[in-house]
């Protein structure tokens, strides 16, 4: 009787609901939209800021969302502060091997890139006067380290999560070593799917756009990749998936959110202009359905 | 530091009165499920159901008989958080509110608390839950403000069998062991002792003395640290990082001959 193929099924569910699956969501979005904005800061060519604007415009505003969500979530919200400073000496509170001890310290420290970034993105557009934010935008060297400091803690904050949950002992999350590897390479793909989506609204032919389009594709690729390593490196835990969240993942995440998004990108012709638009669309929501089956699937073994 | 306290529960001494957790409950002033009204769970004489939050003690009924309820046993077992010498709940506590007492106890400080709950998903026993009076995560604290005045914990103290037993590990330890040789002597060859030695999170300071299987129990065969995945998921973290720089090098780096009217989607 009582077979468990791992010691991790004793353990409790945290209760991590919605409010945290939304937090990875925002949380990969606003890490990976900065971190696509440096790589084409330093990367791209100077008629590509405009995207690279564009991505720093989207990360401060997901970075402010992620905070509140993270706060709200607590069960003493008021309390967020001691996730920094010890409440009883008033020390700073850090533990490097603490996942969410580094990860508050990485959201805080990204907030702040973020918005010093979307700031000078405004002074480069020309809406915002504030005569040292154009040392923040290229060229310069200062604008290059800083997008690459910037963009170090942008994937930090987008990947950390998912070494969290594998630094934990429920099932799924700590039977794998791949979740914060899913979740930066998600974070990438789903970051460059809303920046195509925007972009195109907005109207203006944004050189570089098929770049991101492309390596989106590539990344869209890795990801079922890494997906499907995860999977594996399950062993029989996998059975926990063998109910209505593995249907989830395979349709949701892998069909609707990879498969169709991949098609999309090789048959150009199917939809014509409309082609594009539909593949990030589809990336994005498959990005979330990514993060809903994460969170609760292994809270309701 | 005072010497090493902690709980010996010899399972096969228990006989499911519960009075431990009456006394836990009273001492420590938890309330009750759903405001005292009773729900019957339907498992065995089992009602308060699990550890959690406002149940720091709980006394499993564990029923195994033939189909015909001809033979069998019961198995009875007062559980309760394991005062892990390697504490995973401590280990990861961001807040630092989780701390070992001078008695090589774990205690979970409420007013440090902040509810981030990464102890609850962290403890391999199932032990931590949020109490929803005060918002943050709380389990057994061994007594100690009980232990600090000198005295023994409540449900130990309570116990009219001396399943729960109290007091230094290293007595525990040898009390245990002379258990089991007299069970073994007896006929009852599978008891043995759970968690007092090292091999279980460097050893529990509360320990079981079971007559089967840890899971038939409820409790995890082989726990581990959370920390077992820290350096692993963060290099593969790492590695997706570094792949997705290596595509947008190629995609944006390498397009110079491309024509002007492929840039346009």
Redesign the interface.
């Known amino acids: 009787?009582?077979?468990?193929p791992s010691?991790?099924?004793?353990?409790?569910?945290?209760?991590?609901g919605w409010l945290i699956v939304l937090y990875f969501f925002f949380g990969g979005l606003a890490g990976g939209c900065y971190?696509?904005a440096a790589?084409?800061d330093v990367?791209?060519?100077p008629e590509?800021r405009p995207l690279a604007r564009l991505g720093y415009y989207i990360a401060l505003p997901c970075v402010i969302v992620s905070g509140l969500l993270l706060t709200i979530d607590?069960?003493?919200?008021l309390?967020?502060w001691?996730?920094l400073i010890?409440?009883?000496t008033f020390r700073p509170?850090f533990?490097y091997?603490?996942?969410?001890?580094v990860g508050?310290w990485a959201l805080l420290i990204f907030g702040i890139f973020a918005l010093i970034s979307f700031l000078a993105a405004l002074v480069e557009d020309d809406r915002l006067t504030w005569p040292a934010g154009r040392k923040f935008r290229p060229p310069g060297m200062l604008s290059a380290v800083f997008a690459m400091i910037g963009g170090f803690f942008g994937?930090y904050v987008a990947?950390?999560t998912?070494?969290?949950l594998?630094?934990?002992?429920?099932p799924i999350?700590?039977d794998t070593?791949?979740?914060?590897?899913?979740?930066?390479?998600s974070a990438?793909s789903i970051s460059a799917a809303l920046m195509?989506l925007l972009a195109?609204r907005s109207r203006s032919?944004m050189?570089?756009?098929?770049?991101?389009?492309?390596?989106d594709g590539?990344?869209i690729a890795?990801e079922l990749i890494?997906l499907i390593a995860l999977m594996i490196s399950l062993g029989p835990v996998f059975r926990a998936w063998l109910n209505a969240w593995g249907l989830l993942l395979f349709f949701g995440v892998i069909v609707v959110g990879m498969l169709l998004p991949l098609a999309l990108h090789w048959r150009r012709q199917w939809l014509g202009e409309r082609n594009?638009t539909a593949a990030a669309a589809l990336v994005l929501v498959g990005g979330f359905i990514l993060r809903l089956v994460i969170v609760f699937s292994a809270q309701q073994v | 530091m005072a010497e090493p306290m902690g709980f010996y529960t010899d399972t096969t001494v228990c006989i499911g009165c519960k009075a431990c957790e009456v006394a836990c409950k009273e001492w420590n002033q938890l309330p009750s499920t759903n405001g005292g009204v009773n729900t019957l769970s339907g498992d065995s004489y089992d009602n308060t159901r699990?550890l959690?939050g406002i149940h720091w003690r709980h006394v499993k009924f564990i029923e195994q008989f033939t189909e015909d309820r001809k033979d069998g046993r019961w198995l009875l077992m007062s559980d309760v958080c394991k005062h892990c010498v390697q504490a995973?709940c401590l280990?990861?506590?961001?807040?630092?509110?989780i701390t070992r007492t001078e008695f090589d106890t774990v205690v979970i400080?409420s007013?440090?608390?902040?509810?981030?709950?990464?102890c609850?998903?962290?403890?391999?026993?199932?032990?931590?839950?949020?109490n929803p009076a005060?918002?943050?995560?709380q389990k057994c604290t061994l007594c100690y403000d009980r232990l600090q005045a000198g005295m023994e914990p409540a449900c130990s103290k309570a116990c009219p069998t001396q399943s729960i037993q109290f007091g230094k590990i290293s007595d525990l330890r040898s009390r245990a062991q002379k258990r089991v040789e007299q069970l073994q002597q007896a006929g009852e060859k599978r008891a043995y002792l759970y968690g007092a030695d090292e091999k279980v999170l460097g050893g529990l300071n509360s320990f079981y003395l079971l007559v089967d299987?840890p899971?038939?129990y409820?409790?995890?065969?082989?726990?581990?640290m959370?920390?077992r995945?820290?350096a692993?998921?963060?290099w593969?973290?790492f590695?997706?990082?570094v792949?997705?720089?290596l595509?947008?090098?190629?995609?944006?780096?390498n397009?110079g001959a491309r024509l002007d009217a492929?840039?346009?989607?």
Not at chain 2, 247 to 253: E, P, V
């Open positions: 009787m009582n077979t468990f010691s991790t099924f004793f353990s409790a569910p945290p209760d991590w971190f696509l790589l084409i990367l791209g060519r590509d607590l069960g003493r919200p309390r967020f001691h996730m010890e409440s009883n509170m533990k091997w603490s996942p969410i001890s508050a994937f990947g950390y998912g070494v969290l594998a630094v934990t002992n429920r999350w700590s070593p791949l979740l914060g590897m899913l979740f930066i390479v990438a195509i195109r032919t050189p570089g756009l098929l770049a991101l389009h492309r390596m590539w990344v890795l890494v594009v | 699990r959690d995973p280990e990861v506590c961001p807040t630092g509110a400080q007013d440090a608390c902040n509810g981030c709950r990464d609850i998903s962290a403890c391999p026993f199932g032990v931590i839950e949020v005060s918002g943050t995560a299987k899971e038939v409820g409790l995890p065969p082989d726990p581990k959370p920390t995945n820290l692993s998921a963060s593969f973290s590695l997706g990082a792949l997705v720089g595509m947008g090098l190629i995609n944006f780096r397009r492929e840039e346009r989607p």
